[in-house]
């Protein structure tokens, strides 16, 4: 038996689901972490408490919170952020924080209120290895925090897209001194907790994705991927331009760079970004993992889609599609992109400009959390041609998720009952 989710003007509908047998069984069964989170920004006691209440949720450690004057420590009831994270943990949910170097005396660049920085006492000299620690300043500051987080978060990120000057003002050299100086502060006070890059942006990745085609001789592959990525069809003429006008840019030769270094192999998991359309995904994470060690995990802790490879209208689904990907390719925790209001042209975002919820990416969400944000037993890629379709195999049900690459219908979702003897 089965039961078929059809998606009319939105996704599957949530009022649907609850008031079905399985929607009996989902309230009924012992429920692990999930998958599927958000950021902490968007509403969150707006979403449906149960199904997320062991989410995974993006946060921020901010130094200029923590010490807002050399050695003058901000008490944990005065810092907003730290109030925030104490509210999530109690909730039962996972902080996934992103430490950022932002400070008005301890780093190069104090007056960019946006763009993190390397600190002023940061060493540049001694060899990058892991256990050093270059700026006894930021370590004091990451130590702090992880004393008082001891044995509660599961995941940190050190910084934000490290590849883009918008976020990162300082060098890539800097960000590794950085990146090793918080690791070296976690295994000094808690070893459990694993530490994840600042996620390169998809933007940048999907170029070096390219190259990497160019550099084989694979052109054909490389126009391919320009198309699913971007869905637009160029020639190789206009991709080879394009490509090189590409290749030129900051943040993709400081994405070449970071690939390049060991980052990933001092990573405890790997972290990325992206923004552009659902259907070039594998690739991407088949080019991260020819650059990983083997078995390293991977996520995301920022997926969305921007208006320009997608309507609003078309945005739900594309949710849905991507974290069928991201699931089915094993990256974990997803969590997707949600700020404040559609803001920098993205069409995911699950609070408008007035604050309010958008029922069709809260209800998108919320199905894909119900029906995905479990430990599978497996995964199947039935894909062939343009139809998508990934077969999730769990103790007490199967989900099929299937939608065509050349529609605009949404996917749909088929719950199956376990065949005997499964």
Not at 82 to 111: F, H, I, N, Q, T
Not at 358 to 365: D, F, H, N
Request: glycine fraction near 6%; charged fraction near 30%.
């Amino acid at each position: 038996m089965s039961k078929v989710f059809r998606p009319q003007l939105i996704l599957p509908v949530v009022a649907l689901f609850a008031a079905s047998p399985l929607g009996a069984a989902e309230s009924a069964r012992e429920r692990t972490s999930t998958p599927v989170g958000f950021f902490h920004f968007a509403a969150d006691e707006q979403l449906d408490p149960e199904t997320f209440r062991s989410a995974p949720v993006r946060t921020a450690i901010d130094w200029r919170m923590f010490e807002p004057r050399e050695g003058e420590w901000t008490p944990p009831s005065e810092n907003a952020q730290v109030r925030e994270m104490d509210r999530l943990l109690r909730e039962g949910k996972r902080p996934v924080p992103s430490l950022r170097a932002r400070s008005d005396w301890a780093v190069e660049d104090p007056d960019e209120p946006k763009c993190a920085s390397a600190p002023a006492d940061l060493d540049v000299r001694t060899p990058l290895r892991p256990g050093e620690i270059y700026s006894r300043t930021y370590y004091d500051f990451v130590k702090r925090a992880a004393e008082y987080f001891k044995g509660r978060l599961e995941i940190v990120v050190v910084e934000n897209e490290m590849n883009d000057a918008d976020f990162w003002c300082s060098g890539v050299d800097e960000y590794l001194r950085v990146f090793l100086t918080a690791k070296t502060a976690f295994q000094d006070v808690d070893p459990s907790v694993r530490i994840a890059d600042g996620g390169i942006q998809g933007a940048a990745l999907n170029w070096l994705v390219i190259q990497d085609y160019l550099d084989r001789g694979d052109l054909p592959a490389a126009v391919s991927f320009h198309r699913k990525f971007s869905g637009k069809a160029v020639s190789p003429e206009e991709l080879a331009k394009e490509a090189a006008r590409h290749r030129s840019k900051g943040s993709v030769k400081r994405a070449a760079q970071l690939v390049a270094s060991d980052l990933f192999r001092w990573d405890d998991i790997v972290n990325f970004h992206y923004y552009q359309r659902s259907e070039a995904l594998p690739e991407v994470v088949a080019y991260l993992r020819r650059h990983i060690p083997d078995g390293k995990p991977l996520m995301t802790n920022e997926v969305g889609i921007k208006k320009k490879f997608s309507t609003v209208e078309e945005a739900a689904g594309e949710l849905v599609k991507k974290y069928a990907r991201l699931l089915a390719l094993g990256v974990g925790p997803v969590i997707w992109f949600s700020p404040d209001g559609k803001k920098d042209h993205n069409a995911g975002a699950l609070v408008d400009d007035e604050g309010r919820i958008v029922p069709r990416m809260k209800e998108a969400l919320e199905t894909v959390a119900k029906l995905l944000g479990r430990s599978a037993l497996s995964c199947r890629d039935l894909s062939t041609g343009t139809a998508a379709k990934f077969l999730f195999r769990y103790e007490e049900e199967d989900v099929e998720v299937a939608w065509s690459d050349d529609s605009a219908a949404a996917p749909v979702f088929r719950v199956l009952e376990p065949e005997a003897g499964d």
